[in-house]
Each structure stands twice: as structure tokens, then as C-alpha cells.
């Protein structure tokens, strides 16, 4: 199993932010999870692998599935629980089934970042109409943010949530990259950002693509 699977991402989320929580709630068709439960974000390939991986997580614990997405390359599943160690064990019995180590995931990669300051009132009318968080209003300032594997994105936008007072306009984290466009003063932008970097550098994992 170790030479054909690949574990792209494996991120913990000790504590699920309040907008971070809410989003999710908008966009799951599995478990709605709410604001302080921990979470667990793991994408593979061959994607088919994911409902194998989903059934030994929630067999072997109290840990719930928010998420199971199987795309064009990849597979994505999300668990969560207000006991943190639920969700842990869960990873952990994940990895041991799959003989596997967190430290086996690839390392995230920021791909891409943009700041964008006064926001255009016709590109917020856009963007407003694909996002399923909080609306984006003219003159905000507003951070895109673009990482690889796509599902380190939930990782990075729930811990800029921790540091800035930022609003979450909408994340995307299936397929090859991960996105998330949040909005709010300049200053807090850019805490934001540079929280969600620091976050995603300071995982561990191989080099891979």
C-alpha cells in the first residue's frame, strides 16, 4: 500500500474558529460541525482510496465525517469531534491501518497570494456571487490566497480566523490547488495572511507535488 498510496495531506485543526465552523456548515453534506470541535483534513490519491480510509475512522471512533469528496485526481475526507482526542485517535488509526506517519504527507506550498486593497464595487458584486461566506463589500481590502495540496487551505483560513479580525468570504479546497478569499481592514489582511504562511510553513511532510 505504501508504494502506490500517496497521503497528500494530513492536518489537525485543534479548534474549529467560529466563522471557519460556519462556513463549513454551508458547504458539508455529511456532519455539521460547530464552532471549538476539532477537526481532521486528509486528501489522497487514488481518490477511490477515501471511502476504504473514511470507514476505518469512523468505525474505530466516536469522530464524525463532515466530508467525503473524491474528484478527477484526488480523494478528501474531513472528521470532527468536540473531543480532540477523539479526532486524534482517529488520524492515528487512519495512518497505523495504512502504514503511514504524518510526517509521510506533503508539505504544503504556497502557490500564490494577492492583496487587494479599496475593493472595486464591480469585482465584490462578482466575487459575491460565487461565495458562500460573508459578503464582500466595496473598499475592503481583500486577501486570496492559493496553496497546494488543496486541503492545507482549511488549516491556513481557520488559523488566520485565531489571529486577525478578518470575515471569510469563501474557501475552496478540492482539486489541485486550495483558495480562500477572506476581506477586512488592510491591517488585519495582512496579519492574516502572514498567519496563514507561518501556519502553513511550519508543517512538516516530504517534498512532493
Given at each position: 500500500m505504501a508504494e502506490t498510496f500517496s497521503l497528500r495531506?494530513?492536518?489537525?485543526?485543534?479548534?474549529?474558529?467560529?466563522?471557519?465552523?460556519?462556513?463549513?456548515?454551508?458547504?458539508?453534506?455529511?456532519?455539521?460541525?460547530?464552532?471549538?470541535?476539532?477537526?481532521?483534513?486528509v486528501e489522497m490519491a487514488p481518490g477511490n482510496e477515501v471511502f476504504r480510509v473514511?470507514?476505518?475512522?469512523?468505525?474505530?471512533?466516536?469522530?464524525?465525517?463532515?466530508?467525503?469528496?473524491?474528484e478527477r485526481e484526488f480523494g478528501m475526507f474531513e472528521v470532527h469531534s468536540p473531543n480532540q482526542a477523539a479526532v486524534i485517535e482517529a488520524g492515528n488509526v487512519v495512518l497505523a491501518r495504512l502504514g503511514l506517519r504524518a510526517a509521510d504527507r506533503i508539505k504544503p506550498q504556497v502557490v500564490s497570494e494577492q492583496?487587494?486593497?479599496?475593493?472595486?464595487?464591480?469585482?465584490?458584486?462578482?466575487?459575491?456571487?460565487?461565495?458562500?461566506?460573508?459578503?464582500?463589500?466595496?473598499?475592503?481590502?481583500?486577501?486570496?490566497?492559493?496553496?497546494?495540496p488543496a486541503a492545507y487551505i482549511n488549516y491556513a483560513c481557520n488559523e488566520a480566523?485565531?489571529?486577525?479580525?478578518?470575515?471569510?468570504?469563501?474557501?475552496?479546497?478540492?482539486?489541485?490547488?486550495?483558495?480562500?478569499?477572506?476581506?477586512?481592514?488592510?491591517?488585519?489582511?495582512l496579519t492574516a495572511k502572514n498567519a496563514a504562511i507561518q501556519a502553513l510553513e511550519n508543517l512538516e511532510g516530504r517534498e512532493g507535488s
Open positions: 495531506c494530513y492536518c489537525y485543526l485543534d479548534r474549529m474558529q467560529p466563522q471557519y465552523a460556519s462556513f463549513v456548515g454551508t458547504i458539508t453534506q455529511g456532519d455539521l460541525p460547530t464552532e471549538g470541535m476539532a477537526a481532521l483534513y473514511v470507514d476505518i475512522a469512523v468505525k474505530a471512533t466516536e469522530a464524525r465525517p463532515g466530508a467525503q469528496i473524491v492583496v487587494i486593497t479599496r475593493v472595486d464595487p464591480y469585482q465584490a458584486q462578482l466575487i459575491n456571487r460565487f461565495r458562500r461566506g460573508n459578503m464582500l463589500v466595496a473598499g475592503e481590502t481583500m486577501l486570496v490566497l492559493e496553496c497546494a480566523e485565531k489571529t486577525a479580525s478578518i470575515k471569510i468570504v469563501h474557501v475552496s479546497s478540492v482539486g489541485r490547488f486550495g483558495r480562500m478569499w477572506l476581506s477586512g481592514s488592510e491591517a488585519e489582511i
